[in-house]
T-cell receptor
Framework: AQSVTQPDIHITVSEGASLELRCNYSYGATPYLFWYVQSPGQGLQLLLKYFSGDTLVQGIKGFEAEFKRSQSSFNLRKPSVHWSDAAEYFCAVGAKTSYDKVIFGPGTSLSVIP | DAGVIQSPRHEVTEMGQEVTLRCKPISGHDYLFWYRQTMMRGLELLIYFNNNVPIDDSGMPEDRFSAKMPNASFSTLKIQPSEPRDSAVYFC????????????FGPGTRLLVL
């Protein structure tokens, strides 16, 4: 069965510092992988997605993520965090078959110190 | 192009009352999803539709919950009778044909059942 773990419940970084949010998944084949961001009181917004090909994926707002098959990971990175990046971040895994659901991780809450 | 539209944005009701949540998906999208988000359980898929037909409702908590999609541009999630444990944020999402896993979320309806 598919599963997603995000080991860090909450992370605090200083503005301008680099960021890495961890995501590990469990799936029997190469999955589809996603990162979403949820600002307070808002819905989830898709940051980036990986389907196949280049394992380094660029997304919106300066984010990128790298798929590492050997580690079953899809970590999200940003070289320089802005105060507006404070939000909840969700990693998700979906299957290539039409009958499988997208499974969301528990989320990582990011706080940014000015 | 407008995103997914949900109404109402906030709903406060008393236990035992009927609650109806509404969703308008992105025009041209074939899939529609209803999710529930709580602190304890995270983001849970309740039900999803493909071309207005319910495909998987295994996430619907119990018979008090029902969802309909009478046409491609409208869906409802109804709770009757409502209970305090139904208090949560309910999200609607839609995705395009051939890309079920790439979901676009609405802003959510925050439901409080007293």
């Amino acid at each position: 069965a598919q599963s997603v773990t995000q080991p860090d419940i909450h992370i605090t970084v200083s503005e301008g510092a680099s960021l890495e949010l961890r995501c590990n998944y469990s799936y029997g084949a190469t999955p589809y992988l996603f990162w979403y961001v949820q600002s307070p009181g808002q819905g989830l917004q898709l940051l980036l997605k990986y389907f196949s090909g280049d394992t380094l994926v660029q997304g919106i707002k300066g984010f990128e993520a790298e798929f590492k098959r050997s580690q079953s990971s899809f970590n999200l990175r940003k070289p320089s965090v802005h105060w507006s990046d404070a939000a909840e971040y969700f990693c998700a895994v979906g299957a290539k078959t039409s009958y499988d659901k997208v499974i969301f991780g528990p989320g990582t809450s990011l706080s940014v110190i000015p | 192009d407008a995103g997914v539209i949900q109404s109402p944005r906030h709903e406060v009701t008393e236990m035992g009352q009927e609650v109806t949540l509404r969703c308008k998906p992105i025009s041209g999208h074939d899939y529609l999803f209803w999710y529930r988000q709580t602190m304890m359980r995270g983001l849970e898929l309740l039900i999803y539709f493909n071309n207005n037909v319910p495909i998987d409702d295994s996430g619907m908590p119990e018979d008090r919950f029902s969802a309909k999609m009478p046409n491609a541009s409208f869906s409802t999630l109804k709770i009757q009778p409502s209970e305090p444990r139904d208090s949560a944020v309910y999200f609607c999402a839609s995705s395009p044909r051939g890309r079920k896993e790439t979901q676009y979320f609405g802003p959510g309806t925050r439901l409080l059942v007293l």
